[in-house]
């Protein structure tokens, strides 16, 4: 049901319909569906419009030739509802204010934390900001992102759920993966056992088991060593093996370049090294997922930012036996930071044109006069010359607005108080 006190924020401007894109930006073309299965995906939000809104505008949205399947939920209690019926929704576009003011938040938790789920893309979408604070929410929540109401246009939300299903589709894929290889793990560990007692009364099926052993182990090298993610193994507080990929991220030649070397090599500095193992540890403490963004170093030196997972079999010393996944997502960084910059950029294209459209007419209507009162003035009349010196600041002011009309891209100067303003000379084509 939908929350009956809360104030609706609907409005037929919403961006997330009406805002007018002004770039070329292909939008992803629907693919023939077929027989593949559809995306399952959440609408969690108590105003009907919103549901109405988004399902309109990804009506025909479709993703790796699988389209979506929508379903909708008005408040919390909803949206765990589904949750509990479905373990394959891939993504959610969750209010944080529906029957309580923080009942979004409280559905990020039960998902992150009594479920367990960590790779269900969350976007939270809200229109009243205030209520929760992006640089808290992302600090303290498990979020894929977060929008405000009046920012999220047709093609953001289209451009979110792409990368966010792609993101899911790579992690689900993991997921069983790692599933899979323990499951293999287990019932290789089993015929072991059984081989190794057969081995004791016939030396023929000793070695069947041991070709069988032999295969089993080339076929787990082989799925390790074809992930597109650096894995590796430590046991005993050493790196104990990695895989194609890692070796490649890493640039290590042969195995003698970090076999039986302490996890230190990954990083570029002891406090770094310091950060990630006071995380893990902790996290370990409070059965949390272990999942962090890192700097790393490659054996020539050069820095670069990656996603580590860890998993592990003894949490009172994960150094005891663990395997560690890394993941170079430089390119996510990079797109985060252009997307702050375009961010910039309009914002400081709107106010320049909002200061020229006011200020152009009454520089106009200053410049007319003072050309008129030049006209009928003379030369040693002394108010001339403060009349001119009046038409010569109009036009410095008037080449200030044309330069403010001509921004072309977002860079500062520092100012006084240690703040930065924009510098036009700069920015201006």
Partial sequence: MMAENKESNYNPDNELIFKKETDDEPVEEPKDTGDLPEWKIIIADDQEEIHTVTKLVLDEFSFEGRKLKFFNAYSGEETKQFFREHDDIAFILLDVVMETDDAGLEVVRYIREELGNN???????????????????????????????????????????????????????????????????????????????????????????????????????????????????????????????????????????????????????????????????????????????????????????????????????????????????TWRKQAEHDRIQKERLQGALEMSGSICHELNQPLQYISGATEILLMDLKKDDPVFEMVAKVKTQVERMGSITKKLMGITSYQTREYVGGRNIIDIDKSSN
């Fill in 119 to 329: 790779i269900v893309q969350i976007v939270l979408n809200t229109g009243q900001p205030g209520q929760a604070p992006e640089h808290e929410v992302i600090t303290k929540y498990a979020i894929n992102d977060y929008k405000s109401k009046t920012e999220f246009s047709a093609k953001k939300l289209i451009t979110s759920l792409t990368s966010s299903l792609r993101a899911y589709s790579l992690s689900s894929s993991l997921h069983q993966a790692n599933e899979a290889l323990n499951e293999y793990r287990y019932h290789l560990e089993d015929l072991v056992r059984q081989r190794t007692s057969e081995l004791e009364e016939e030396n023929e099926e000793r070695r069947a088991a041991e070709q069988a052993l032999r295969q089993s182990t080339e076929i787990q090298s082989n799925i390790l060593a074809a992930s597109p993610i650096g894995i590796c193994l430590i046991k005993d507080n050493v790196i104990e093996w990695a895989n194609d990929f890692m070796c490649n991220m890493f640039g290590f030649e042969d195995e003698s370049t970090y076999r039986r070397k302490s996890l230190r090599i990954f990083f570029p500095s002891d406090e770094e090294y310091g950060r990630v193992e006071h995380l893990i540890t902790e996290n370990l403490k409070h059965n949390i997922p272990i999942v962090s963004d890192a700097l790393f170093q490659k054996k020539n030196k050069a820095i670069f930012m990656g996603n580590l997972m860890l998993s592990c079999k003894y949490p009172s010393d994960y150094q005891k036996q663990a395997i560690i996944t890394i993941s170079d997502i």
